[in-house]
């Protein structure tokens, strides 16, 4: 089990989600298996690239699972993930947004607020994704 | 009281008891067939079933248990250990009495031409740790592994004798089309090699190194700056350590550099030292540092009690892969790292493009792969250039409809310099290009045979269908003339 972030991740989990082989007689996997094995990209404002970057910048190949960091790794990405405005800080940062163009009154705040479409969507149908997300206090 | 006559016959209902119309009961369920195809003797046993359906139904539902048992999952690494297991007996083939084995003596005569020779057990052993056999070549098809001896093979036995004698040392890139036969000419000369007790190394695929599945470090105080896959290097170790029995007697000569990570004792063998970075990658690659420099010290620098060091055969297939510019390892800077920054892959090009020298000879060998091979323009053009060069002095090479001036830059395609200076930088410029042919057909007859004999070709050999055979195969690409004959049987 190895720590990062205050979370914890299992020996045989990839530090990465891998991207799709860039041959195409591989056979694509299905399923959630290359998700669910994500590490560094399981953390919100965390993507391929940022990952991606993250593993160059102390040497972590591609493939790496979890367990096979060295301590000096994990501690590396640890501080270097601390410093980041990501998870809690990034979501905060998306609700001052929202919160924000509300308070000055705008257009797109009040559709924020009804939780409806904000970028001139049609209402009539199809409107399920901006009715999950879009509130004030938005989750993410 | 009168009574309502039946309207369609007239008749008094008086008469309803003595008419046609009289409902008995048997003319009632008749009266109702005509809705129904079933006969009405059926009647009773349909309604029978369909009560009995109804409850089994209903039982069966609570009686079966369900059933919750799914495949099970293969274990780590299972799959990958099967699509790479080599299989190199077949008890279901026929056995071949007085099959020759390849011997020093054998390999190099005129003789063994078209004959298919044994591998002997020992080396099999030692070409499986170098991991020689690949799992898409057919010896699993066969009782036990041999090789047909062609032109090639002699030439190679002749070559690897001269080399030994004078202690000269050759660099060779193999080319040919697919199925050419390319990794087993290296198979073949691996073979030899461990017959004449040299010392061999092989990098089985090259892409393995490139394509991100073995971890990377920088190598500290290189400028520029090189890298280390330590668990590969102590892979390769451990492969020379099992499959070069003659490392035992050889003993460290040299004293290790200061910064060596571990002490090591003086006069240490060689098989010893290998197998001690196999065990630790962390010092696997200083130790493969040092193991190379020890195997090619000149025989003269060693002391007269010391034994002499033997030639080495330096190996590796998939060469495009070693020349890409850009692999899956990232610098720290997010740059892709160029394939000759790979401390292994540059060893390798060190002695491919003759920067470092082997002063006790021996044969550092290249083979491409035109299975899937990445597209490597400059790598192209450094060999056609050379093969141009070499086929000026004897013949003129085959013209390629699609590309009929493959030695000629294309404007449109940017070089990678560093690739092409392997081939003609300062050192460069001896590296030897063999273009391997298809078969001759005295050769496809002796290959053919031995498949009919071990019983796979149920057909006579004769010239009719070696003909048909070696023509539908392009020529006598050996790994075309298997699969119409062996693979493909209909």
């Known amino acids: 089990m190895v720590f990062i972030l205050q979370r914890n991740f299992k020996d045989a989990r ?3 989600v891998l991207p799709p082989p860039p041959s195409t007689h591989i056979p694509q996997l299905t399923g959630p298996f290359p998700l669910c094995q994500k590490c560094l990209e399981t953390f919100y404002g965390v993507g391929p690239e940022l990952s ?10 591609p493939t790496a699972k979890v367990g096979s960091l060295v301590d000096k790794q994990i501690l590396d990405l640890n501080a270097d993930l601390s410093t980041m405005n990501i998870e809690n800080n990034l979501r905060r940062q998306l609700r001052d947004n929202i919160k924000r163009l509300r308070d000055m009154g705008t257009y797109r705040g009040r559709r924020h607020a009804m939780g409806l479409p904000v970028r001139g969507q049609r209402t009539r149908t199809q409107t399920a994704t901006a009715a999950k997300l879009n509130m004030i206090e938005r989750k993410g | 009281m009168s009574f309502r006559p039946c309207w369609r016959c007239f008749l008094r209902a008086s008469d309803l008891s003595t008419s046609i119309w009289q409902p008995s009961p048997a003319r009632l369920s008749a009266s109702a067939a005509p809705f129904s195809t079933s006969t ?5 046993a349909s309604a029978d079933r369909s009560t009995a359906f109804r409850a089994k139904v209903f039982n069966l539902k609570k009686e079966k248990p369900k059933n919750d048992v799914r495949a099970k999952r293969p274990a780590p690494g299972e799959r990958k250990a099967y699509r790479k297991r080599i299989i190199l007996s077949n008890t279901n083939a026929l056995p071949i009495y007085g099959m020759e084995d390849f011997t020093v003596e054998n390999m190099c005569k005129q003789e063994s031409k ?11 052993d030692q070409l499986r740790a170098v991991e020689a056999f690949k799992p898409t070549q057919a010896w699993g098809m066969f009782r036990r592994p041999g090789m047909l001896v062609r032109n090639e093979t002699v030439e190679y036995a002749k070559l690897l004798e001269e080399l030994q ?3 000269k040392s050759l660099r060779r890139v193999l080319v040919g089309e697919r199925g050419s036969g390319k990794s087993v000419m290296v198979l073949q000369a691996m073979t030899m090699a461990f017959l004449k007790g040299w010392t061999v190394i092989n990098i089985p695929e090259a892409q393995e190194l490139i394509i991100g599945h073995y971890d990377y470090a920088p190598l500290s105080g290189s400028s520029p700056l090189l890298f280390i896959q330590k668990s590969y290097t102590a892979r390769l170790l451990s492969q020379i350590s099992r499959s070069n029995p003659q490392l035992e007697t050889l003993r460290l000569s040299s004293t290790p550099p200061s910064n060596f990570p571990i002490p090591i004792p003086a006069n240490i063998s060689l098989a010893r030292l290998a197998g001690l970075g196999a065990s630790d990658p962390e010092i696997a690659w200083p130790v493969f540092q040092l193991l190379i420099s020890e195997l090619t010290l000149p025989n003269s620098s060693i002391a007269a009690d010391d034994q002499k ?3 080495l055969l330096f190996t590796l297939d998939s060469l495009a892969n070693a020349m890409k510019d850009q692999t899956a390892y990232m610098t720290a800077s ?6 000759h920054d790979l401390t292994l892959l540059k060893t390798f090009m060190d002695y491919l493009s003759g920067a470092s020298p082997l002063p006790n000879g021996g044969l550092i060998l290249a083979a491409t792969s035109a299975s899937n091979p990445p597209p490597n323009p400059s790598l192209d053009l450094a060999l056609a250039k050379l093969e141009t060069h070499s086929a000026s002095q004897s013949s003129a090479p085959s013209p390629d409809p699609y590309n009929p001036s493959p030695a000629t830059p294309n404007p449109f395609y940017t070089y990678d310099q560093r690739v092409m200076d392997i081939f003609e930088g300062p050192n460069g410029g001896q590296v030897e290009v063999q273009r391997l042919p298809g078969l001759s057909k005295e050769e496809a007859k002796g290959l053919m045979e031995y498949w009919a004999k071990s019983g796979i070709l149920r057909q006579d050999v004769d010239e009719r269908l070696v003909g048909e055979k070696w023509s539908l195969s392009g020529g006598g690409i050996v790994g075309e003339l298997e699969r119409g004959c062996i693979r493909m049987r209909i």
């Open chain 2, 165 to 167: 004698s004078q202690g």
């Open chain 2, 309 to 311: 060091r033997p030639p």
């Open chain 2, 40 to 44: 009405s003797s059926l009647t009773n």
């Open chain 1, 52 to 61: 991606a970057r993250l593993m160059a910048r102390y040497y972590i190949h």
């Open chain 1, 14 to 16: 990839l530090v990465k």
């Open chain 2, 334 to 339: 997010f740059k892709p790292i160029h394939a």
């Open chain 2, 114 to 124: 078209g004959m298919v020779l044994g591998i002997p057990g020992n080396n099999v």
